[in-house]
């Protein structure tokens, strides 16, 4: 009884009193009255023989990766300047050198765009939620300098921003021909620009690279990128550029690679509880 666990604990009645009745509310101890020398007594008895805690192994998280495709003619935002154009698998859209061509309706279509100087934005949706964690990203795209016809030695200052912080420049060597692209359509001429190079841009919790090495101090923090929030990616040469060679971008209809521009996230479900469960048994059952 009470008395007895006070004097055996050598605390006094009330404290045991008070302790025995939150064990009890836990289930954890099971009280009852049977008749005394002096009355009814409070007696007290385990509810269960012993206690397990069993902790679980807990796995790192894997990675998932969201991956979406832009054609090259569905930008939101252009800004060009001679020489310049685009073109899909039948023919040159508008005309050549003609900054207005880049808003016919029909560059919606376009796989392969080009200028001289200036950008080109795009918009890519994010269905991510509040429930992941977004650890890399990735942009990938068939990319050369620009120059009249082509020219394989014409450097270029390439450079990318993500929801406009800028992530690094990639010099390109030139604006490749002499060799047809893989993927070009009959009708276009071999003295046209013909293939690019695949470059990687990407961006983790260390910094930015461009294939893999370092090109800024810039993290996936400084993107803030956010749920259900598209992100905006720019390509383009600066005004201030060492080199001002203009680029061409290639979708999956010209060039090497078929493929349009390519965003990647890589990302990793939230933990929401990783706690060891208590595990308790009691003859004839157990309890969780």
């Given amino acids: 009884n009470i008395n007895e666990l006070a ?3 050598n605390t006094s009645q009330p404290t045991v009193t008070k302790h025995i009745q939150l064990l009890e509310q836990m289930g954890l101890v099971q009280t009852e009255y049977r008749p ?3 009355g009814m007594q409070k007696r007290c008895r385990l509810a269960y023989d012993r206690f397990i805690v069993s902790f679980e192994t807990v796995h790192p998280p894997e990675e998932q990766v969201e991956e979406i495709e832009m054609p090259v003619g569905l ?3 252009v800004h060009p300047l001679p020489t310049c154009g685009l073109a899909n698998r039948e023919r040159i ?4 050198d003609d900054p207005q061509s880049f808003f016919d309706p029909e560059r919606a279509t376009a796989q392969l765009l080009w200028m001289a100087e200036g950008f080109v ?3 890519f949706p994010c269905t ?4 992941v964690q977004i650890h890399r990203l990735e942009l990938l795209m068939e990319v050369c300098s620009e120059a009249p016809n082509y020219d394989n030695h014409y450097p270029s200052d390439i450079t990318v921003w993500v929801n406009g912080v800028e992530i690094g420049t990639w010099t390109s060597p030139g604006d490749f021909g002499g060799k047809r692209g893989r993927l070009n359509p009959a009708w276009w001429n071999d003295y046209m620009t013909q293939y690019g190079m695949l470059k990687i841009w990407s961006v983790d919790a260390e910094g930015s690279y461009i294939d893999g090495t370092p090109a800024s101090e810039v993290t996936i923090r400084d993107l803030m990128l956010a749920p259900r929030q598209p992100i905006a990616v720019r390509i383009g040469v600066k005004p201030d550029a060492e080199h001002i060679g203009g680029f061409n971008l290639f979708g999956r209809g010209f060039g090497n690679y078929e493929q349009d521009l390519v965003l990647r996230l890589h990302y990793t479900l939230r933990e929401r509880d990783r706690s060891p469960r208590a595990t308790v048994l009691q003859e004839g059952g157990e309890k969780r």
């Fill in 128 to 131: 991510l939620g509040a429930g």
């Fill in 93 to 96: 859209i508008g005309f050549l």
């Fill in 75 to 77: 930008y939101t935002l």
């Fill in 7 to 9: 004097q055996a604990l």
């Fill in 36 to 38: 005394g020398v002096q």
């Fill in 121 to 123: 934005e795009y918009v």
